[in-house]
């Protein structure tokens, strides 16, 4: 079943398979340069079946697929390691059974089964068995949940020779708030505030993928200035983040000028944000429908001069950190990753492009026909966190300019800020929205029933198919860099943990 | 190196002289929320708006602190500051002041109503910890949003080691914890052994709205209705997230021993 990814479609539509042939159909579009946007429970007949859809770069057609209820199927992860995480988490929900899989544990540390009538027990985090490299010079480090920083819970394992990290395997799930269920009967007024707590940090890229798919779903077309407030926050929280990111990065290599320089930065792109909202990190800028806040010709002239003063300051903040040769000697061939290895794990955003993939939904699937200006999908060829450091200070350039964009037409003009939406959603349909975030793809998957109600809701945050890039990236590395690789992904927490 | 050193002149001295200088924030920042006197009648409109159910409307038979019986009761521990309530009430009876001071040493002080009353002392003195006051971090299922709000307050704006508090890396070094998030079942464990680990006398500040009642995510099986049901809390940092002065406020309260202090 091929769908436009602008439009919902009935899931009567959508043809049912057998699991065999959805695994058969999965392998050949991601042979043929396809990417796992999802795999999940279709929730029905008291049990669930395998929903996959499969995106193609400059496509704008995805390919859904399902299966009926089942329990168990051979695995696709032996054959498209990209969706081991889509089949340890469809175990850990629904008590499907992903026969071959190679690796199968928890996700999230919740009831097993837990999505069915019958959960199980929680496994504890501290029940989990760890890859063990033995030896008797080999030495394992634990971190976490608790860290060191200010900084979300997370458990790390290291198997180390030495100071080399042979392996290193992180296990999530302590910040689990059960997010996707509580949207279940829904929508109601306060999901798109739970929304922007997905991840704190992606507040209005959350908002606006939940947005859009209700949208979808509706088959409700956005005014066109709710369009361009909606992409000027999401470029404002990419502004924040990149900055950040950069003096992080900055700090973690002891260069502590720009790390102190962007620590500010960050801070006045975020007041940027609550300027048009009142809140840092952009809460209540988007709704179902469109946006909450609109600017006038006075914010927007205000806007526009912070802006650029903020753009001047980061960019020489930047160009000082590049300059330094103890920098890039430190940045350079540190945390690689083939374009291969990205490829197969199904990397996004920052990563993924950062390894030559040229993966920026703003191309593959826009929001809106805004034009993109001189912005382009930022690619390096690295795979490094020099790369890495790279995209993000040339996204900073485009965001910028798309910014400063939206800003004068917003000025300039005069209009609708939000279509409502219809009381109820249409019956049994079924929507994908995706989001570039400025950590990557985000994808929301959502199902209505037969009363126009969500029956089933999935969100990925870029981090859930990111985590697996960071452990790749700390292969044959020195314990040491895992601060400066970790910085270098930034990845979320809360985002994976749902 | 002398390109850096222009760069630093160009960048600027950027830290505030708090609390004597009081910080400018954005017209649009909603701050503290006022309850003035309107005649409500049957409308429950702010009540009805509310994603978080922070609002409740006070009768004669069920009043709420300080007496009051009319008028709705703001309880900012559940709040997001949002605005919806201000918006949905017909005669403008709840308004948003822009006032960063938010926080406060007792939960109920947190619920507003047509009725001002003092705010309740601290229970017992902080200012052991007047001029070095050292905090380790929990987040317990935070978004990251309460977490970033902290993690900034020791950029060279706010300059959070210039009053004696720091955010350090075990309990053992720790005088408290600040604690963001709904404390999700998974970090429960976490969060005690901390607590656990944390020599006394210890403080424990709450921040967020999250932390504090469970915010968006309360009645929920996998977290908790507020960090009270485990610790014992000595400070309430409320916000969705607070925003830093906020947050820097509530710390530099934490160090004294009188509600009346006022910066």
Known sequence: MVLDYEQSVALADVPVMSAEELRQEVLEQVRDGGRLLALF????????????????????????MRTAPLTQYASLTPDCPQAHLFERELWEQWNILPEGHPWLKPVRFVPHGCLTATPGERPGPAQLTHYRVDGEEVHEVAVGPVHAGVIEPGHFRFQCYGENVMHLEISLGFQH?????????????????????????????????FATLLERLAGV?????????????????????????????????????????????????????????????????????????????????????????CWRDVREAVKVMFASASVMDRLEETGEISADTARTLGLVGVAARACGLARDARFDAPLSCLPLCETQIRVEKGGDVLSRARVRSRELADSVDLACTDI??????????????????????????????????????????????????????????????????????????????????????????? | MLHIIRERLHQKYRTLDYPRVQPGLPARYPGRPEILAVHCGDCRACADACPTGAIRLLSPDAPGPGGADSGPALDMGRCLFCGACARACPQGGIRFTGDHHLATFCREDLIL????????????????????????????????????DINVLGTLVYDLGKFGIDMVASPRHADGLAVTGPVSRNMREGLLATFGATPQPRLVVAVGSCAISGGLFRDNAECSNGLEELLPVDVFVPGCPPHPWSILDGLLRARTDTADWTV
């Open chain 1, 41 to 64: 429970g279709l929730p029905g007949n008291g049990g669930a079946g395998l929903c996959a859809i499969v995106a193609h770069s400059g496509d704008r057609f995805l390919r859904a």
């Open chain 1, 177 to 209: 708030r059960d997010v996707e269920r509580r949207l279940l009967g829904g929508p109601h007024p306060a999901h798109a505030r739970l929304m922007e707590c997905v991840a704190g940090d992606t507040s209005i890229g959350h908002a606006t993928a």
């Open chain 1, 221 to 309: 077309t956005i005014p066109e200035r709710a369009n361009r407030l909606r992409r000027l926050g999401l470029e404002l929280e990419r502004l924040a983040n990149h900055t950040g990111d950069l003096g992080a990065i900055a700090g973690d290599t002891g260069f502590l000028p720009t790390s102190a320089w962007n620590g500010r930065i960050r801070g006045d792109f975020l007041n940027l944000t609550a300027e048009v909202c009142g809140n840092r990190f952009g809460r209540n800028w988007v709704c179902p429908g469109g946006v909450s806040v609109d600017v006038d010709a006075e914010l927007c002239a205000r806007l526009l001069d912070r802006l650029r003063h």
């Open chain 1, 408 to 498: 004068q037409a917003l000025s300039h003009s005069e209009g609708a800020i939000c279509q409502p939406l219809p009381d109820r959603l249409p019956a049994g349909r079924l929507a994908v929205a995706q989001v570039e975030g400025w950590r990557g793809e985000i994808c929301h998957v959502g199902l209505t029933d037969a009363q126009g109600r969500l029956a089933c809701y999935k969100m990925y945050d870029p981090s859930f198919h990111n985590w697996a890039g960071l452990e790749a990236a700390l292969r044959g590395q020195q314990i040491s860099d895992f601060p400066l690789c970790n910085k270098s992904f930034n990845l979320s927490y809360c985002g994976h943990d749902l």
């Open chain 2, 113 to 148: 109503t047509r009725v001002p009353r003092p705010l309740t002392p601290p229970r017992r003195s902080g200012r052991l910890f007047a001029r070095s006051l050292k905090l380790r971090q929990v987040s317990a299922g935070g978004c990251n949003a309460c977490e970033a």
